[in-house]
C-alpha cells in the first residue's frame, strides 16, 4: 500500500488573513511541500496539470524533474497528465527522460482534466474527448513499447519509422493510473490494458466511488489480467487533522467556507458526512481512512489533497507532519486487513522483475547522428529533394 499526497496547484487567498500568495510562493510552495513528504515517510507526491488561473500546475514535467533532483525515495506521479490534450509523442518523451534522471522514481495518471477551455486552447475538440483519450493513450503505448513505429489515425498527423527517445529505463515503461471521477469510458480504458484506476473521491458520495470501482475490477478480470481482488485501484482523498478534533473543525472551517470548488455551498459537516472528506483527531482520519476498504476492496494507493483552499505553507507542513504520525498505524492496519493474493503497488523495481529483468533499450540509429538521417533516408526520392535543397 502506498501513501502520499497530491497537489491541483490552485492559488487561493487565505480567508483567515485575507493574503493570496503570488505564483512564485505557490511554486517554491509546492517544492517544498513535496521534499516534506519523502522527509515524513511518504510514498507519493503527484502534481496535478491545470493551463489557466488561479493555477500553477501547468508544467508537471519541470516540477517532477526539479522536485526529484532533490529528493531521493519518493515516487513522483502525475495526479492528472492530460491525455487529451497532450501530444502522446510529447509525454512518451518527456516521462521517459525523468524515468532516467530519476532512476525510475515516476508514474502518469491520465486524465481527462476537468477545465473545458483546455481542449480549444490546444486546439482539440471536446466532443472528441473519449475518442482522443483512447487513441492518443494507444499511440503512447506503442511508442513505449516499440522501437520504431509506423501510426496513422484521426487526431494528429502520421507517423514513419518514428522512434521516440530516449527509450524507457530499463526497457520498462512508467506504470499508468487512469484517473476519472464519472467516465466508465476511463475505467473501461484500464482495464483493458492492465492498467491501475485512480478515483478521485473527493466529491462524491462512496456510493459512486463503489460502483466505478467495481466497474473496473468486473472488467480487469473479464479481460484476462487476474481477479477482480488484484485489479490495481488508487483514491483520492481530503483531511485535516489536529490532535483535537474541535480544533481541526473550527480552524479548518473558514477555508472549506470559502473554498473555489465548494464553498459557499454544503455546510462543512454535510459535506463531510457526504464525501470522505475528514476533518477531526489523527484517530478519526484513521478510522475512515480504513473504511475506505469496505466499500472498494483491498487497494493499492491512497493520496490525500491537503495544500487547497488558501491554506498556508506552514499549516500544510503541519498536516504533513500529523500524517507522518499515523502512517505507521495506517500501513499496519491495511496489511493486517489485506486478502491473500491481493498485489502490491506496482514500482519501477517490480515492473523490471515482472518483465525478466533490466535491458539497455537504447536505440543506437544508423548514418548521420545530428540529422537523424540515415542511408535508408537518402534512398527515399522526397528526402534526398530536401536534403539537396538545404545543402
Not at 536505440?363 to 545543402?391: F, I, Q
Request: hydrophobic share 35%.
Amino acid at each position: 500500500m502506498q501513501f502520499g499526497i497530491f497537489t491541483v496547484g490552485d492559488v487561493t487567498t487565505d480567508p483567515t488573513t485575507g493574503k493570496t500568495p503570488t505564483e512564485h510562493e505557490r511554486i517554491k510552495a509546492t517544492v517544498e511541500i513535496a521534499k516534506h513528504a519523502e522527509e515524513v515517510g511518504l510514498d507519493v507526491f503527484a502534481t496535478g496539470e491545470h493551463h489557466n488561473p488561479p493555477f500553477i500546475a501547468s508544467n508537471p514535467t519541470a516540477t517532477l524533474a526539479y522536485i526529484g533532483a532533490q529528493t531521493e525515495n519518493i515516487i513522483l506521479s502525475t495526479a492528472t497528465t492530460l491525455i487529451t490534450t497532450t501530444d502522446p509523442v510529447l509525454i512518451a518523451e518527456d516521462y521517459a527522460k525523468i524515468q532516467h534522471l530519476t532512476d525510475g522514481r515516476v508514474d502518469l495518471m491520465m486524465g481527462r482534466g476537468n477545465t473545458g477551455p483546455v481542449y480549444p486552447w490546444f486546439g482539440k475538440d471536446i466532443r472528441q474527448g473519449i475518442n482522443l483519450a483512447i487513441e492518443n493513450y494507444a499511440l503512447l503505448r506503442r511508442l513505449w513499447s516499440e522501437d520504431v513505429v509506423d501510426w496513422s489515425g484521426r487526431f494528429r498527423t502520421p507517423l514513419q519509422g518514428y522512434t521516440s527517445t530516449p527509450r524507457p529505463l530499463d526497457g520498462v515503461a512508467p506504470f499508468v493510473w487512469h484517473g476519472s471521477i464519472r467516465s466508465p469510458e476511463i475505467a473501461e480504458q484500464a482495464a483493458y490494458y492492465g492498467d491501475g484506476f485512480f478515483h478521485n473521491h473527493i466529491f462524491w458520495p462512496a456510493s459512486h466511488t463503489k460502483q466505478m470501482v467495481q466497474l473496473y475490477r468486473q472488467r480487469f478480470e473479464h479481460y484476462g489480467h487476474g481477479t477482480a481482488d488484484q485489479a490495481i485501484v488508487g483514491l483520492g482523498g481530503q483531511f485535516f487533522m489536529r490532535p483535537n478534533s474541535q480544533d481541526a473543525i473550527n480552524e479548518f472551517r473558514p477555508y472549506f467556507d470559502n473554498a473555489p470548488v465548494y464553498g459557499h455551498g454544503p455546510s462543512l459537516e454535510d459535506f463531510s458526512e457526504a464525501t470522505p472528506l475528514t476533518v477531526g483527531s489523527p484517530q478519526q482520519v484513521i478510522e475512515r481512512t480504513l473504511s475506505f476498504r469496505e466499500y472498494v476492496g483491498d487497494y493499492q494507493r491512497q493520496l490525500f489533497l491537503l495544500d487547497h483552499a488558501g491554506l498556508p505553507l506552514k499549516t500544510v507542513l503541519e498536516q504533513l507532519d500529523l500524517y507522518g504520525e499515523i502512517l505507521p498505524t495506517l500501513r499496519a492496519e491495511f496489511e493486517k486487513l489485506r486478502k491473500p493474493g491481493v498485489p502490491d503497488a506496482p514500482t519501477h523495481a517490480s515492473l523490471v522483475e515482472k518483465a525478466g529483468g533490466a535491458k539497455d533499450s537504447t536505440v543506437y540509429a544508423e548514418g548521420d547522428s545530428a540529422t537523424g538521417s540515415s542511408d535508408r533516408d537518402l534512398n527515399d526520392p522526397e528526402v534526398a529533394k530536401v536534403l539537396e535543397g538545404e545543402l
